[in-house]
């Protein structure tokens, strides 16, 4: 197929050039049927006992993370197994709601929608409600796989009630501390159990020489221009405040009003004043934030600890003796420990009823879904083809080393996009040889006795999804200018005095509506 | 007396209508007469009008309550209810006055960088030279404001940037750049200058190669020196093209280049950097308010209309040419 | 007297000339960084940000870029796109400048100002995506071409250019029997070197960096042109727009990565201008008319 392509390019680039008005477009369509004809052929073959049912062809659109489209290498064994003909629309991440909203607007939709994260599903809710796109309840339960599918997050899926998506499942919380154990050890500092601890080892990391060159080029924390995914969450939920909303006197209240909320702007302060972190972490990009860590200048990361294999790898680079550590059990001040709960879903999947016709279609494409929930083409999806781009070692996956860019290449598009987790769908497990990585998921398990739940997460607020995200950037930019100690506490709370009269009280107020109504 | 004006202003008039009949006649052969013109007009027209005229009912959903998967017919009218929101916008007058201002600023300080360097390669008489640095500062017209930005944050960052080692080796205080409300500006016109300055000089070379190299001939003859010739041949020549850059430049008023200026932004600095263009990112794309999106985007569309007519009007009354 | 005139001059251009050069050496600068920045490891980016020399050179960024033929055939469907839009372009946009410069022709004035109009109104993605899907073009190269045809801004500069070419010129050409076609092919745009060089040029990057467009008018993404790889790529290394809810271990491409791929697609761009160049300083006035 590529090769087809790879001579039909030059050669359509030839005709464009040539054919004023004579299209393109009609040449690479009749390019396209033999490579599928001969799939088609595959499947075949490999169904001849069944052969109770020509191969459904399902169109599907999703979001692309990678720089470039996967080949259909996976995408054929996907088809042989489901006895589907798939066609892949894969969109840059980066301007996907535009074509999602294009999309919504012009009725382009194909079969299978995948959204882009929860914000796109807060801003398609209103679609939804009008019934653009098909109800699933109904139907889950004629799916052996889907019905499998975890009641808590479907939960925080649904609308009104009602379910109309299938999720795309991420664990619950991955957050903890990545530091480097060769300066601790250096220093003779323990693993940190609690916030104070913590501190402590920013200031040796800056102030102590960790690294043992003499000189003051170090500092503890490295963070970056993002208070969910990066440092002040977890520094928040360790404090002990809320996750996005929380009880207070028997109403929901954002976690900004909470004290806690305020201590751990206090604690991330009191760091930022000593120098212990980056000083310009406001603006700071994900990929700054981490040469910090790999140049050797921090020796602190507080986000995803299964990052850590990133990190290691990445730093050994330049510091071949670096050794890394993991911990995500950070006392807060009262020696509580909590940890922020992800609703359990990285993406969702819709059906337009623009495009999926009938309640038969609807009922093909589940089939399909169904099938990508078992373990041999869930495993596939996630981990490739074994022997390609995998073993199973202790019958756990042990992605190869040396084909990462492959593995990158050809499996990662699809491994965004398959439903489930570990759990419901059977498909195997990550096998790792770090020492780190593999404490790095059992604490990841470890943080499920310690969730805060965001109890608003299946909520509704009308104001909120008309101008929540404009809002919330005030509450944020304060958060920074605090930390920075631009504003001062009055400052503060003068701006969540602005934000509730500006239409926080609204949304206050629906989403304890909301609340009331189910509880 | 009254009869005699009377009767005047009937043969006037008789005149006049006549002298019109005449004219539209004459017009008529004209049109006739350049049919070919119309003719080489007309691909480009229909481009125009396919294009740009036929999409441009979309402007009807800035007074509506615009929901995609209800589309433009289905959609609830809401009159100038959006309009209304944006200027009782506490934040309007702001964000009004941020746009100016850095308008005003990439007015005074980039838009006459591309002439002078225009002028100053043009006085190279060594052609390699020439030649070697036209192309160096047009480079950077191809970096995206991604790459420029962070290239910045590079040099600036007060965690190890070149910019404040050096302030620092010189034995000042670290300047803290990125967190800053004075630095922003500044730095968005610097990178503005430093990206299309090189690339604006294209269309003025262009002017001065169309130069008639007999009027320098001329001025040599008589001794006048170089700057005097820059002055008094090359200038007023590539004058028409000044203005007409001007005029388009004014209409473009409220545009900033929105990534530029997204990119820049921060929690520090958004007080000064907030520009409609931002304000209208987050409300359309974040939170789907098309609607509000498109009142604005209408809102910036108008008072460019009425910059390019006032700056048109403006032109002709010096004897130029204008726009149109 | 002369002697003083001759330091004056020879000061005026030793001025300019190092202006110039230091001018030029800030614009390369940060360019200079990408093509060393391409050439070397992750690990000495991450250590020297700021790299113009390369001490530890490797060639593992184009190893990477090149090991598949995306970049080939985003190379490709650039190339193809920009060379068929430019002509494309250009022919449209010369005529309708044309027609519009003579000073003879009625309503130009209004026509022109409808052109003006849409520079600074436009109807919005959506209905533009509508007008697109009607005719058809959705999922081919020329929806990257066709709804760009003109931009007004190239039209009203050749319209500017044309305008200010002697009036004499047309008036002597049709006492000798040349239509308007003839005079338009014959004269004026022969006489238009530099202008015509200018906008094809204009034409081309835009076509070049064509972006958007492709991301909402194609669903293949074989047709990609380069940009949108090399956005995909930039703002993946950069880390921009993430929101961390993908998987573990999802390391973005290197930063040497993100510089390979960013020499890449800017060279086939910075090998034409010297191609153009000559054309630029030709002005082609003095033989034709007055000669």
Request: charged share 20%; aromatic share 12%.
């Amino acid at each position: 197929m590529n090769k087809v392509k790879k001579i039909l390019t030059p050669i359509c680039v030839l005709a464009l050039s040539v054919g004023l008005f004579a299209g393109c477009q009609s040449n690479t369509q009749e390019a396209d049927p033999p490579p599928k004809e001969s799939g088609k052929e595959n499947t075949k073959k490999e169904n001849n006992e069944e052969k109770v049912k020509d191969p459904i062809s399902i169109t599907i659109m999703a979001p692309l993370k990678e720089p470039e489209s996967p080949p259909d290498l996976l995408l054929n064994e996907i088809e042989k197994l489901t006895n589907t003909e798939l066609e892949y629309q894969f969109f840059p991440d980066e301007n996907y709601e535009e074509k999602l909203n294009t999309s919504l607007a012009t009725e382009s939709f194909p079969q299978v929608v995948y959204l882009k994260n929860a914000n796109s599903f807060l801003l398609f809710k209103e679609a939804i409600r009008d019934e653009q796109f098909w109800e699933l309840g109904p139907y889950l339960s004629e799916f052996k796989n889907l019905s499998s599918l975890k009641e808590t997050t479907l939960n925080n899926t649904k609308v009104d009630g009602k379910l109309y998506s299938l999720y795309v499942g991420r664990p619950l919380s991955r957050a903890g501390v990545i530091y480097r154990q060769d300066w601790a050890d250096n220093l003779g500092i323990d693993s940190p159990t609690d916030v104070d601890e913590l501190f402590e080892m920013f200031r040796a990391f800056t102030e102590d020489d960790p690294d043992g060159n003499g000189l003051d080029d170090t500092f503890g924390l490295t963070d970056r221009n993002d208070l969910v995914y990066g440092a002040f969450k977890a520094v928040a939920s360790w404090h002990g405040a809320p996750n996005n909303w929380g009880e207070k006197d028997g109403q929901l209240l954002p976690q900004f009003m909470f004290d806690e909320y305020i201590d751990a702007m206090d604690y991330m302060k009191k760091v930022h004043e000593a120098g212990y972190m980056n000083q310009d972490f406001p603006v700071t990009s994900k990929s700054d934030q981490r040469n910090l860590f790999y140049n050797g200048t921090a020796g602190v990361y507080i986000g995803t600890m299964s990052d850590v294999s990133t990190i290691n790898n990445e730093t050994t680079k330049n510091f071949p003796d670096a050794v890394m550590d993991v911990q995500n059990y950070i006392e807060g001040p009262h020696g509580e420990f909590g940890t922020w709960s992800a609703p359990g879903y990285g993406n969702l999947v819709l059906f337009p009823k623009s495009s999926v016709k009938s309640e038969e279609e609807l009922k093909d494409i589940l089939g399909f879904f169904d099938k990508m929930m078992t373990p041999e083409v869930s495993t596939l999806m996630y981990w490739g083809i074994e022997g390609e781009h995998y073993e199973v070692k202790d019958g756990k996956a042990s992605a190869f080393a040396d084909k990462k860019d492959q593995i990158k290449r050809e499996v990662k598009a699809f491994k965004d996009s398959v439903i489930g987790e570990v759990q419901t769908s059977g498909r195997l497990d990550g096998f790792y040889e770090l020492p780190a990585r593999i404490k790095a998921e059992e604490l990841i398990l470890d943080n499920n006795d310690y969730l805060i739940f965001d109890p608003a997460a299946a909520l509704d607020s009308d104001t909120y999804a008309e101008k929540g995200s404009r809002l919330l950037d005030s509450i944020n930019d304060a958060t920074y200018n605090y930390i920075l100690g631009e504003i001062d506490r009055a400052g503060f709370d003068q701006v969540v005095e602005n934000w509730k009269n500006n239409g926080g009280n609204d949304i206050i107020k629906e989403i304890n509506e909301a609340w009331d109504a189910i509880n | 007396m009254s009869e005699i004006q009377l009767d005047s202003d009937l043969h006037y008039k008789q005149e006049s209508v006549l002298k019109q009949r005449k004219t539209s006649s004459e017009r008529w052969r004209r049109i006739k007469r350049n049919k070919l013109l119309y003719l080489m007009i007309l691909p480009g027209a229909l481009y125009f009008i396919i294009f740009k005229y036929v999409p441009m009912y979309g402007l009807v959903i800035a007074f509506q309550d615009y929901k995609p998967y209800k589309g433009i017919s289905g959609s609830e009218w809401v009159g100038f209810e959006h309009f209304t929101t944006l200027f009782n916008d506490p934040q309007f007058w702001q964000i009004f006055a941020n746009t100016l201002i850095l308008f005003g600023m990439n007015l005074l300080f980039f838009f006459p960088i591309p002439i002078i360097l225009a002028l100053m390669l043009n006085e190279v008489r060594h052609s390699l030279y020439k030649r070697t640095i036209q192309t160096l500062v047009y480079i950077p017209h191809f970096m995206s404001w991604v790459i420029i930005v962070s290239i910045s944050f590079v040099m600036l960052t007060l965690d190890g940037g070149l910019i404040n080692d050096l302030i620092v080796w010189m034995g000042f205080e670290k300047i803290n750049f990125l967190l800053s409300q004075e630095w922003f500006r500044p730095m968005y016109v610097l990178q503005v200058i430093w990206r299309e300055a090189g690339w604006g000089t294209i269309i003025y070379l262009a002017a001065i190669a169309s130069i008639d190299p007999q009027l320098y001939e001329a001025a040599r003859m008589d001794g006048a020196s170089r700057l005097r010739q820059i002055w008094h041949i090359t200038l007023p020549s590539i004058r028409n093209v000044i203005v007409l850059l001007l005029i388009l430049k004014i209409g473009d008023i409220l545009e900033l280049g929105f990534e530029h200026v997204y990119l820049l932004l921060n929690s520090v600095n958004r007080e000064v950097a907030e520009i409609f263009d931002t304000f209208v990112y987050t409300a359309a794309l974040k939170n789907g308010q098309f609607s509000y999106g498109t009142a604005v985007g209408f809102f910036k569309s108008f008072v460019g209309l009425i910059m390019v007519i006032a700056a048109n009007k403006l032109a002709k009354k010096f004897g130029d040419e204008g726009l149109y | 007297m002369v002697e003083d005139k001759k330091l004056g001059s020879r000061l005026f251009h030793i001025t300019n000339y190092t202006l110039l050069g230091i001018i030029g050496l800030i614009t390369i600068l940060p360019f200079i960084h990408i093509i060393a920045g391409s050439f070397t490891t992750t690990a000495e980016l991450a250590r020297k940000p700021f790299v113009l020399i390369p001490t530890d050179w490797s060639l593992d960024a184009y190893r990477f870029v090149f090991s598949t033929d995306t970049i080939f055939r985003g190379l490709a469907n650039s190339i193809g796109i920009t060379l068929f839009g430019t002509l494309f372009s250009m022919f449209i946009s010369c005529l309708m400048a044309y027609g519009l410069s003579r000073r003879d022709l009625d309503g130009r004035n209004v026509i022109m100002f409808f052109v003006v109009f849409t520079m600074l109104f436009s109807g919005g993605m959506i209905p533009t995506f509508l007008v697109v899907k009607q005719l058809g073009l959705i999922d081919s190269y020329l929806a990257l071409i066709i709804p760009y045809t003109i931009n007004a801004f190239n039209m009203i500069i050749l319209k500017s250019f044309f305008q200010n070419l002697p009036e004499g010129l047309e008036e002597s050409a049709k006492i000798d029997g040349c239509t308007d076609f003839g005079i338009f092919f014959r004269i004026v745009l022969p006489l238009s070197m530099p202008v015509l060089a200018t906008i094809s040029l204009f034409y081309a990057v835009t076509y070049w960096n064509t972006y958007l467009p492709a991301i909402l008018y194609l669903n293949d993404s074989d047709k990609w042109p380069v940009q949108v790889i090399l956005r995909q790529i930039v703002v993946l290394a950069t880390g921009l727009n993430v929101d961390d809810s993908g998987f573990e271990d999802s390391a973005p491409p290197s930063q040497a990565v993100k510089m390979a791929v960013i020499v890449i697609a800017t060279l086939p761009v910075l090998l034409v201008y010297p191609f153009l160049q000559k054309h630029f300083a030709k002005g082609a006035f003095v033989g034709s008319i007055k000669g």
